[in-house]
């Protein structure tokens, strides 16, 4: 009965994130917990809440998908973060595990993302799971006081984990958060090494 009850439970909660994600963006969410439906739900609320209609349908309609869209996927996108985080730290607990035997943890790395991809489809092949990795070693608190709103993309974290200068790595992600920075921003001015030419102005006025 109690499983019976779990399934039920999981079944209503995954029909109220379809009722308010397009299909693109639950596609890759591997299971619904309360704070994502609880998320997802106040995301509807303002929605609902903020909503003017005017007398033109077809503008109407299209601010209200577009609207909903993009409250969404900021949601998703949070837990997605957080989803290849967690991953990344299993990962390392367990390259820790048996450091004795040699290419452990690329045997590891190997088995889970066939399993993984077999389960869920694409997002966790090999690569991935190595940029999960990382990405858990140069940022290892940044669950600690973030909430999923307070994240970057998963995008933006993808080109921070490039950056090999902590310093730097550092500089640009708290400038993308604080300036909202696109993806494409944070990579032209990591490209352009920004933050390098801003200390050697710093330096030449000093």
Known sequence: CYNERKDMLNI??????????????????????????????????????????????????KHI?????ISAYRVCNGFLVQRNWLLGRRIAVEELAD???KNYGREIVKKLAAFLTEEF?????????????????????????????SLLSWTHYRFLIQVD?????????????????????LKRNIWSQYYYRLLSVQKNTD
């Open 121 to 149: 489809g694409s997002g966790f092949d090999q690569s991935s799971l190595y940029k999960y990795v990382r990405f858990y070693k140069l940022f290892p608190k940044i669950l600690d006081s973030s909430s999923p709103k």
């Open 12 to 61: 209503a909660k995954n029909r109220a994130i379809r009722r308010i994600l397009p299909a693109s963006a639950y596609r890759g969410i591997c299971f619904v917990d309360d704070e994502m439906l609880n998320s997802l739900v106040a995301v509807e609320k303002i929605l609902c809440d903020g909503f003017v209609p005017s007398d033109d349908l077809l503008h109407d309609a």
């Open 99 to 101: 450091t004795r035997r």
């Open 165 to 185: 200068d902590a310093a730097a790595r550092d500089w640009y992600a708290e400038e993308a958060a604080k300036e909202n920075w696109s993806v494409e921003t």
């Open 65 to 69: 998908v577009e609207t909903a869209q």
